[in-house]
């Protein structure tokens, strides 16, 4: 079946600092994948969605120089949140479609939780 | 842009009780609708997915309506349990790549 790992599952780091996290998929060509935080409380919003071989395209408020993805084959993406601040935490999501199919189902990770001090 | 509404975002019910959830989309080219559980400190647990051609898909004690007309999709949780308890988020998909995910409902079952 279709799986998406994602890691590190908990990370906690010094405001400023930058966290970098990793979605592996695995029994399926992940050609794209969408990463989303849910802020404390809050639902999931979508950060950048990343199709291999295109341009990575960020959502309003959410910029490439803040968070870099890098999708460099069809199993694995990496975000990283730079410059973390208390506004950044939250749980960090990646979302992984699968190519075979048409239903556009996204397969999705357990999260990658940051804390920021 | 598509608009996703979700309610109610607070629902207490006994167990053995049935628990509604419902959300409202606005895009009428929403071709997939989904249903995800999040415990405590968790990621999302996928619990069931439909398309546009389906108006109803019952599994596990879950039954899930698509109403197209109204734009309406619901999630039907007949005799809850303790272990129920979670948040739970609806999710559509036009089809393309982005999912857009309503505000999530805290249900809490109690003995």
């Known amino acids: 079946g279709a799986l998406v790992y994602q890691y590190p599952r908990r990370t906690i780091c010094k405001s400023g600092t930058s966290m970098r996290m990793e979605c592996q998929a695995v029994?399926?060509?992940?050609?794209?994948v969408a990463w989303y935080r849910q802020s404390p409380q809050k639902t999931f919003e979508l950060i950048a969605l990343?199709?291999?071989?295109?341009?990575?395209?960020?959502e309003q408020n959410f910029t490439q120089e803040k968070f870099p993805i890098s999708h460099p084959n069809l199993s694995f993406s990496s975000m990283t949140v730079l410059n973390a601040y208390l506004e950044d935490r939250g749980l960090y999501l990646c979302?992984?479609?699968?190519?075979?199919?048409?239903?556009?189902?996204?397969?999705f990770g357990e999260g990658s939780k940051l804390t920021v001090l | 842009g598509e608009q996703v509404e979700q309610r109610p975002p607070h629902l207490s019910v006994r167990e053995g009780d049935s628990a509604i959830i419902i959300c409202t989309y606005t895009?009428?080219?929403?071709?997939?609708f989904s249903w995800y559980k999040q415990e405590a400190g968790a990621g999302l647990q996928l619990l069931m997915s439909?398309?546009?051609?389906?108006d109803r898909k019952e599994e596990q004690g879950l039954t899930v309506l698509l109403n197209k007309k109204d734009k309406r999709l619901s999630l039907n949780l007949t005799a809850a349990h303790p272990g129920d308890s979670a948040v739970y988020f609806c999710?559509?998909?036009?089809?393309?790549?982005?999912?857009?995910f309503g505000s999530g409902t805290r249900l809490l079952v109690s003995p």
């Open positions: 029994g399926f060509q992940a050609t794209s």
């Open positions: 979302g992984a479609r699968d190519d075979r199919g048409n239903t556009g189902q996204l397969y």
């Open positions: 439909v398309l546009s051609n389906v």
């Open positions: 895009d009428s080219a929403t071709a997939y």
């Open positions: 999710a559509v998909g036009t089809g393309g790549y982005k999912v857009v």
């Open positions: 990343s199709t291999v071989n295109s341009a990575i395209k960020y």
